[in-house]
């Protein structure tokens, strides 16, 4: 199954970005070192097993 995090972060100016990563020890690493301290962010769980799919959002 692969899983991934889908996150959009939204900076103090009010502008956002959207970046996937996956759920890998790199990929949360990969997460925390795109993030800025003041970022308010928005995180969407992907799972995905052949044609069946899983997503749930959650907001910090």
Do not use: C, H
Request: glycine letters at 4%; aromatic letters at 8%.
């Amino acid at each position: 199954m692969e899983k991934s995090l889908e996150v959009i972060r939204i900076n103090s100016e009010g502008s956002y970005e959207r970046q996937q990563f996956s759920t890998t020890e790199n990929g949360i690493s990969n997460l925390l070192n795109w993030l800025n301290p003041n970022d308010v962010v928005g995180l969407v769980f992907l799972a995905r097993k052949e044609n069946q799919s899983l997503r749930s959002t959650a907001r910090w």
